[in-house]
């Protein structure tokens, strides 16, 4: 199958490896910002293949990992109020709020319903005008386009019982944040490609200038995993630090102008607390003034105390690369994809997740614990 086959080939992979070897001369971090980039290194058994001196660390780029508690309990206070439907992708079900899960409020009567797609809720809002339908937008750059897109089609519909629970997060403030912690071991970034083909590369350019940190853009195969820690670690050999772009099948330097068109025109940025890291200034999407109607926060007056996270759950030393999965003493034993602790074990991107389901392929990272 073109396009992917060739980004699975045993020989550019073997290639690829080769290389690495062969240049890498110290040891070097390097932190994959996606959570499916993640998944795809442990999946593939790519950690096994590097050289010893290259360790990789998983950053915060799993959008229901990062979603904070205090925002997963507007989501279940939403879901318990009379005649509202609360919507969400499947994954946000079964993280973990203060008290109980969107899942268990459904199981006690809340009506939630996972959706694929928020033009979903606003077909739902159509079908049940004597309901509020609550769609609960989750993510980062990505999937805001196709969020702010339904408020602006339920604007153009006359709807007035649709609105959206926002929780957005960006991913250049949180890489500063993370490359401004003094603990910090971070030498490059792979950043997520999929963020990149909306957001084009430009914003990376003052970070990797800033702290002297070299960014590559890339995919989410094999090849295109270790073709992008080749570039990052040729960069560190040479001591330079700039932004290059390996998934320059999807990517362009300006991104997509017109979903960045269609998340200006309803979204505003601000600050965001997200799970784990806390608040990070200027690193998320709320809905703006000219949409405020469709702001549920504002709909329903939302007013909750911010509830704090369980301690007993890393998950934000794992997003900032200061551990990893199998460093959490509850990890696989308290901790596991049936009772979670934490997001990062039952998100499809957490690295917790990826970790317990593909242990038996991250042998050097059991041996060091």
């Not at 990890?331 to 998100?347: D, I, Q």
Request: with cysteine; net charge negative.
């Amino acid at each position: 199958m073109k396009f992917l086959s060739e980004y699975r080939d045993p020989e550019m992979v073997h290639a690829y490896t080769a290389e690495l070897h062969r240049i890498t001369s110290r040891p070097w971090t390097l932190m994959e910002i996606c959570g499916g980039q993640t998944h795809s290194l442990v999946k593939n058994g790519l950690l096994d293949m590097l050289p010893k001196q290259i360790t990789m660390v998983h950053g915060p780029g799993c959008p229901v990992c990062v979603t904070s508690v205090s925002v997963i309990d507007e989501a279940i206070w939403l879901a318990q109020q009379p005649n509202v439907i609360l919507c969400s992708f499947g994954d946000m079900l079964r993280v973990p709020g203060s008290t109980i899960s969107l899942l268990e409020a459904k199981a006690q009567g809340a009506d939630v319903r996972i959706l694929y797609s928020p033009l979903e809720a606003v077909e739902l809002a159509q079908q049940h005008p004597d309901k509020q339908v609550v769609f609960f937008a989750v993510g980062f750059e990505t999937t805001a386009p196709a969020n702010a897109l339904s408020v602006v089609h339920a604007a153009e519909l006359g709807l007035h019982n649709y609105s959206i629970l926002a929780s957005h997060v960006l991913v250049p403030p949180a890489m500063e944040a993370i490359l401004g912690d003094p603990e910090n071991k971070i030498d490059a970034f792979l950043a997520a490609g999929h963020v990149c083909t909306i957001m084009g590369t430009e914003e990376y350019d003052p970070i990797a200038e800033k702290y002297q940190t070299p960014i590559v853009v890339t995919g989410f195969e094999p090849v295109d995993l270790l073709q992008g820690i080749l570039m990052a670690v040729q960069q560190l050999e040479k001591g330079e630090w700039k932004v290059e772009n390996q998934y320059a099948r999807s990517v362009q330097r300006e991104g997509n102008r017109m979903a960045q068109d269609t998340i200006q025109q309803v979204f505003a940025v601000s600050d965001r607390v997200w799970r784990g890291i806390g608040n990070i200034p200027q690193s998320g999407y709320e809905v703006n003034t000219r949409y405020q109607k469709y702001n549920a926060r504002l709909k329903f007056n939302i007013d909750l105390v911010a509830a704090e996270e369980n301690k007993d759950c890393i998950s934000g030393d794992i997003m900032k690369g200061l551990k990893k999965p199998f460093q959490c003493p509850n990890f696989g034993t308290r901790c596991k994809p049936e009772h979670p602790l934490g997001a990062p074990m039952v998100s499809s991107e957490g690295a917790c997740a990826a970790y317990y389901q593909y242990s038996g392929q991250v042998s050097e990272i059991i041996e060091t614990v």
